[in-house]
């Protein structure tokens, strides 16, 4: 009984820790709200949001359909520092990622034959900055979990110009709910 104690404890332990944040000295964790996060650790460098629909009851006399609000926020801790992206769901911590290493200066570390695809879209603008121009495509997608009930996203498909100022070519990057798919140089 007593090393069962024990073993659940620090599963306790190692759980709750596997999805914290720290910023200086205070701790930030999935339930906590938006404000709180951006007191503890000041603006995000990107935010990338996008609605949605959940539909309870869907196809009967009584249907609700609540719109959902998603945040995505990217933060920047230097280039000895893992990135993080924190995905907030009304107001409300979802989930945390760890990403590459940061940046020491936004924009700054653009290569023109890197190759970026699976790179999200706060990474692309921490290494290249914002696009000269951004065009996007959103579609619906509708997933039924169960019966009686749907959940409506947004596909988002972007397309994002880099422009090199002097170069021939310039940048198309493809982004799909906000992960590069596809690059390639058009002539200008």
């Known amino acids: 009984m007593g090393s069962r104690w024990w073993v659940g404890a620090l599963l306790l332990v190692a759980s709750s820790g596997a999805f914290a944040m720290r910023c200086g000295t205070r701790l930030i964790v999935g339930g906590d709200r938006d404000f709180q996060v951006r007191e503890r650790c000041g603006a995000p460098f990107w935010i990338d949001d996008y609605?949605?629909?959940d539909v309870l009851g869907a196809r009967t006399p009584l249907e609700r359909q609540i719109d959902v609000?998603?945040?995505v926020w990217?933060?920047?801790?230097?280039?000895?520092?893992?990135?993080?992206?924190l995905v907030f769901r009304?107001?409300?911590l979802q989930r945390e990622e760890t990403l590459g290493y940061g940046v020491r200066e936004l924009g700054g570390d653009c290569p023109a034959d890197a190759l970026w695809n699976g790179l999200s879209s706060g990474e692309l603008v921490a290494r290249c900055g914002q696009p000269a121009s951004r065009r996007s495509r959103p579609t619906t997608v509708v997933r039924r979990p169960g019966p009686r009930h749907e959940l409506w996203r947004e596909e988002r498909r972007e397309e994002w110009v880099?422009?090199?100022g002097d170069a021939p070519r310039v940048r198309l990057v493809h982004l799909l709910d906000g992960r590069v798919?596809?690059?390639e140089r058009l002539a200008r």
Request: proline share 4%.
């Open 162 to 164: 880099y422009d090199d």
């Open 90 to 92: 009304d107001g409300v």
């Open 51 to 53: 609605v949605g629909v």
């Open 69 to 71: 609000q998603f945040e």
């Open 181 to 183: 798919t596809a690059i």
């Open 74 to 85: 990217y933060f920047n801790f230097g280039p000895r520092q893992l990135m993080r992206r």
